[in-house]
């Protein structure tokens, strides 16, 4: 889907990069609540009509504009909450819980639904669901709450339930071949022009150090780097398990840190395996950022 114009940005294959941009989703949802305060609105479609009242009128309005909706697709989910479960589970969460009045929506997918990958509180806040042909009633259960889906045909034959509906309906997708695909996505590309070079969540990357993570909001990883930075700093030499257990975070999260922290200069590379690698900035010296 690459090139389509109504893109905020390519779409990301890096589970790290994906990871970022639910964070800007997050950021973003709670930046529109603040504007919808301003306005004293209740969500976005009646923003928009006292934005664009207010613009065509005499009353100052600063630089308020009408927000577009925003939809996130997730092609895999399996493959974020092998990387990041509990951020992964915590963002999908509370965007799903808070997002819908700000415009911002969420389809999520995977071929692997186990308890480990949908979770119950993310599967209770997903009331709407659709479940292709399952491998067992197992699987079906844990998409839909009930049996079903072991018994579809393949082929776009789909079970869909509705939020408000106590059983799921049977119902047939449509097949698009690769070559109708690219007639749609060239037909838009000509009509309005192609996918901007620089999608909004880039900006938390462009940083480094403890600042990398402060942009969109992020405080809670910036404060865990800088713990995990004067801890380094305390051992004169450090193990990415050590880190895990001093912050009491995820093995990922730790690892990941352990990585910035490397990028930073402040520790070496890893020599071997279950080495601790060598602090080379220690004391109260700030890193080079």
Same mark, same amino acid.
């Given at each position: ?168 309906? *049977? &119902?047939? +997708?449509?097949?698009?071949?690769? $070559?109708? %695909? !690219?007639?749609? /996505?060239? @037909? ?25 993570? *402060? &942009?969109? +909001?992020?405080?809670?990883?910036? $404060?865990? %780097? !800088?713990?995990? /930075?004067? @801890? ?58």
């Amino acid at each position: 889907l690459n090139g389509l114009p109504h893109l905020l940005g390519m779409a990301e294959t890096n589970v790290e990069r994906g990871l970022r941009v639910l964070r800007w989703v997050a950021h973003e949802m709670d930046v529109r609540y603040k504007r919808f305060a301003e306005l004293t609105a209740r969500n976005l479609e009646d923003y928009n009509t006292k934005v664009t009242r207010k613009r065509s009128g005499k009353e100052p309005l600063d630089d308020a504009k009408p927000l577009p909706r925003i939809v996130v697709l997730i092609d895999e989910l399996a493959d974020l909450m092998l990387f990041e479960p509990e951020e992964t589970e915590r963002l999908l969460t509370r965007i799903a819980q808070m997002a819908r009045a700000t415009g911002i929506h969420l389809v999520v997918a995977t071929q692997r639904p186990s308890t480990d990958v949908v979770t119950g509180l993310i599967k209770a806040n997903f009331p709407a669901r659709v479940s292709f042909a399952t491998a067992s009633i197992v699987d079906s259960r844990v998409i839909l709450d009930a049996p079903g889906a072991e018994t579809l045909l393949g082929r776009g034959d789909m079970l869909f339930l509705r939020p408000d509906a106590s059983s799921p309906m *049977r &119902i047939q +997708g449509c097949f698009i071949s690769e $070559d109708e %695909l !690219e007639a749609i /996505i060239h @037909y838009w590309q000509q009509e309005i022009g192609a996918t901007p070079a620089k999608p909004p969540w880039d900006a938390v990357s462009e940083a480094r150090g403890p600042e990398q993570w *402060r &942009i969109e +909001g992020l405080d809670k990883d910036a $404060d865990l %780097l !800088e713990q995990a /930075i004067a @801890y380094a700093r305390s051992q004169g030499s450090v193990s990415t398990s050590g880190i895990q257990r001093r912050l009491r975070i995820s093995y990922p999260r730790a690892a990941r840190l352990m990585e910035q922290m490397e990028n930073m200069g402040i520790v070496g590379p890893q020599e071997s395996a279950g080495r601790k690698r060598r602090v080379i900035l220690g004391g109260e010296e700030d890193p080079p950022l």
